[in-house]
């Protein structure tokens, strides 16, 4: 999907051009029996171009008790390199790069990562990770989804341009209710930009709410269980407009406690990461911030739900 705005077309379509294309990686085996929604591990978490420890994230959601328990991951800020992203032509205009060293002093590529550990990947880009002046190979960066379930229903969102270019990523995973009727759990992870655009006349929120809500509008249609995770790059927490509109929209997401997701200093920080759920009727779900970081500037946020109580008879 594109962004709606014509007037924004000229400016995405420069980004664009910078970029590889999008990529699917499909190694969990098909045939895998779907679990019930109640056992899966979801996670969302701003791993910073390579900085977080994704490896470090995977076995942490493993539970020792349950070492086959499935797991999804909403990533922000993942990168991959390689012949895929394309040369630069001599006026193109990019972004810094961001390449800090992360805790093991070697960054990975989400592909790598989806490829040693055995994972589906969808991942697409939203813009170039640095020039051609560096003599690294060439990277790109934007939002991807990891599973050990299988992947499909991909949808890629192309959101209005305001700072930088940010494409949201869509897919479902086969899950099971309690009474054992198979059904689908969609799934998005988005990166919000933390900067609206002075041309436009934006300032503040205004170019995240209008962002968000070119989002929220793609995947309306979308049934339950839905869920939408990412950096909504918040500075306002839950007080934030478009955060405010996710939650209307997402009727079953938890009463937040103001966790910082971006510390500053020591409890200091700011709330700029989310987990927004649709579920069906009786069903909960639970939110808490994992209190490492991996190498990442962000806090990992993890999910979990409950099943409603069986009827009385």
């Known amino acids: 999907m594109q962004a709606d705005a014509a007037t924004d077309r000229l400016k995405l379509d420069e980004w664009c051009r910078t970029v590889g294309p ?24 701003n791993i910073e171009v390579g900085g977080g420890e994704i490896d470090t994230l995977l076995d942490r959601l493993r539970d020792p008790a349950h070492p086959n328990r499935p797991i999804v991951v909403l990533l922000q800020e993942a990168y991959r390199d390689g012949p895929l992203v394309p040369p630069l032509h001599s006026a193109a205009r990019v972004p810094r790069r961001i390449a800090p060293a992360p805790p093991s002093g070697f960054r990975t590529s989400v592909v790598e990562t989806a490829e040693r550990r055995g994972l589906s990947l969808f991942y697409v880009p939203s813009m170039r990770n640095g020039g051609a002046d560096r003599p690294a ?27 930088q270019r940010r494409v949201a990523v869509a897919a479902s995973v086969r899950v099971l209710d309690p ?12 990166h919000l930009d933390a900067r609206a655009s002075w041309r436009r006349g934006s300032f503040f929120w205004f170019g995240r709410m209008r962002q968000a809500r070119a989002l929220l509008e793609a995947i309306g249609g979308l049934p339950p269980p839905t869920i939408l995770g990412g950096d909504f790059n918040s500075w306002l927490g839950d007080l934030e407009p478009d955060v405010r509109e996710a939650r209307s ?28 759920f649709s579920l069906a009727d009786g069903w909960r779900a639970d939110v808490s911030t994992l209190n490492q970081q991996w190498g990442s500037d962000h806090y990992p946020i993890v999910g979990s739900f409950r099943a409603p109580p069986p009827p009385v008879e």
């Open 179 to 190: 009474a054992g009727r198979e059904s689908k759990l969609h799934v998005v992870s988005a």
């Open 249 to 276: 929209r997402f009727r079953q997401t938890p009463s937040s406690d103001a966790h910082v997701t971006f510390p500053l200093l020591g409890r200091l920080g700011f709330h700029l990461d989310h987990l927004f």
């Open 22 to 45: 999008g990529i699917v990686v499909q190694y969990s085996p098909i045939e895998l029996h779907p679990p019930r929604l109640d056992d899966l591990a979801i996670a969302s978490w």
């Open 137 to 163: 190979t060439a990277e790109d960066r934007g939002n991807a989804i990891l599973s050990s379930l299988p992947l499909s229903d991909l949808m890629a969102i192309e959101l209005p341009f305001e700072h």
